[in-house]
């Protein structure tokens, strides 16, 4: 596979790890509906059944937060710099992407491992890290 294909797939399956998982906490259910971390004390732990609460990165989209379009900067670089690298062709701007494109892709890699980090990673923040290895 050339270079330029790995970086496409790589793309886009950064992309489509936004849509995944990103992590997983394990909840209680109470009888009345309620969510709970853990069974309160001197609760019946028959009446509260366990669930697996799945968290997305854009799971509460506000476009006023500047920490969601970190998160969409963080998935969504490689489709730019990919169309900035065709428009450029050779030359000096080829170059300086030459050089950004590891330090973007360690920076989305952390965001997506430490935003991970909140709970029991899942498959979505496996794909993401793994497209920014590719």
């Known amino acids: 596979m050339s270079t330029q294909r790995a970086k496409v797939l790589a793309a ?6 936004l849509a995944l998982p990103q992590y997983t906490c394990a909840r209680f259910r109470a009888p009345d509906g ?11 732990t028959s009446q509260y059944r366990p669930f697996t609460e799945r968290h997305y990165a854009l799971e509460n989209f506000n476009a006023m ?4 379009w970190l998160t969409v900067l963080a998935f969504g670089w490689p489709l730019v ?3 900035v690298r065709r428009r450029a062709g050779k030359g000096r701007m080829s170059a300086v992407l030459w050089w950004l494109e590891p330090l973007l892709a360690a920076g989305s890699g952390y965001f997506i491992f430490a935003f991970s980090g909140l709970g029991t990673r899942a498959i979505g923040a496996y794909a993401g890290m793994g497209a920014c290895r590719l």
Do not use: H, R, T
């Open 34 to 44: 309620g969510v709970w971390g853990q069974i309160p004390p001197g609760a019946d």
């Open 12 to 17: 886009f399956l950064l992309l489509a790890s």
């Open 81 to 83: 710099v990919l169309g």
């Open 65 to 68: 937060n500047v920490v969601m």
